[in-house]
């Protein structure tokens, strides 16, 4: 199948994107390996517990499954692109009220434009990931994302800002098994990866600390400010605005006497606006920066799904245009707390027809 031709694997030193490179040299292709350092400034106590996707032990594990497979290995150093495309980015998000997606960006900008320039340079013909999805070409001639075969670890969400350029050199083979077919061929071939636990959170912020990374990239604290009802009735104070999420119900520290959520927020006022739970519930959502994928643009007036973060399970909407690249998206029944910053994207069965950020 693969003919020879050669293709650069991004080596995470997880299971999938391992087994993923058995799977292409299985198929007959030249394979790279290549891990990308894009964030290595961990504490080593961090570094071991965590082991996630941009660690200096993923560095370690990648090489010992090349070695293991008999693959060439590199590390290449994208530090510069992910520090302007998605740190930069996630910390000017958050500075203006809004909630990003780094995995989009990250996807986008370093997994795949930045590997695949570099790919192309030293003659790959493709460049390869460990992703649940698949790549289709269409009937259309364009190519598309579709569902991996298991619903429980699709990552098509985070993949629907790819160009057709990157789609049309781009192979995910482990989007035709599951979770545990893929842990069994490592297991199989005895990798030394194949019980790693996956890894959840935001790379670079191994704690989870999003406030005090935010705060520490800026170097300057958050600024204080006050909660606030819709009509501008001063509630308390907040730990500013980068503490907080549309959707929120914790860590509020409102002594209302009930539960109440975060509905906006504004920058511009320094105001975190609370409400009530069914506040956070609307049918319509604006989006921009649109990227089409299975069709030349998103089809309006007709129903199609949409998923409004990595984790929900996708509503009926109808798309209209709003603009030269505006939309507005009308859901058949209320979605709960619509997010700017966040991705909206939509499918046509279990094809992405393509997305964009939610305003």
């Known amino acids: 199948m693969g003919n020879g031709k050669r293709v650069v694997i991004g080596m995470s030193g997880g299971v999938d994107s391992s087994v993923a490179a058995w799977l292409l040299k299985e198929q007959g292709y030249d394979v790279i390996g290549v891990t990308m350092q894009i964030w290595q400034d961990e504490a080593e106590e961090v570094l071991e517990e965590n082991g996630g996707c941009c660690g200096l032990s993923a560095v370690e594990d990648a090489r010992r499954v090349a070695r293991q497979l008999e693959i060439p290995h590199y590390v290449m150093n994208f530090r510069e692109d992910f520090r302007k495309a998605v740190i930069d980015y996630f910390t000017a998000e958050y500075l203006a009220g809004r909630t990003p997606n780094p995995c989009v960006a990250c996807n986008r900008y370093v997994k795949w434009e930045a590997l695949l320039k570099r790919s192309l340079e030293i003659g790959a013909d493709y460049i390869a990931t460990g992703h649940y999805a698949r790549i289709e070409q269409l009937a259309n001639g364009r190519f598309a994302i579709r569902h991996s075969v298991t619903a429980a670890k699709d990552q098509t969400y985070a993949l629907y800002n ?60 958050s600024e204080e400010g006050n909660f606030v009802t819709k009509d501008g009735e001063i509630l308390g104070r907040h730990k500013g605005i980068i503490h907080y999420t549309i959707g929120q119900r914790r860590g509020l520290g409102l002594p209302m006497g009930r539960r109440v959520v975060v509905t906006e927020i504004r920058p511009d006022t320094n105001e975190v606006v609370i409400g009530e739970q069914e506040d956070v519930f609307t049918r319509t959502l604006y989006a921009d920066r649109i990227n089409c994928m299975a069709e030349p643009t998103i089809p309006t007036g007709r129903k199609i799904r949409a998923k409004i973060r990595y984790n929900h399970q996708g509503s009926d909407c109808t798309v209209y245009p709003e603009g030269t690249d505006r939309i507005r998206v009308e859901f058949e029944e209320p979605v709960r707390a619509v997010t700017p910053g966040q991705a909206v994207v939509f499918y046509d069965g279990d094809y992405v027809l393509g997305g964009g950020t939610i305003l």
């Open 162 to 221: 790819l160009t057709q350029e990157q789609l049309s050199r781009t192979l995910m083979p482990v989007g035709a098994y599951t979770k545990e077919e893929i842990r069994e061929f490592a297991g199989r071939l005895g990798l030394s990866v194949a019980d790693k636990p996956d890894s959840q959170e935001i790379c670079f912020v191994p704690d989870q600390d999003y406030a005090g990374f935010i705060e520490k990239t800026a170097g300057k604290p």
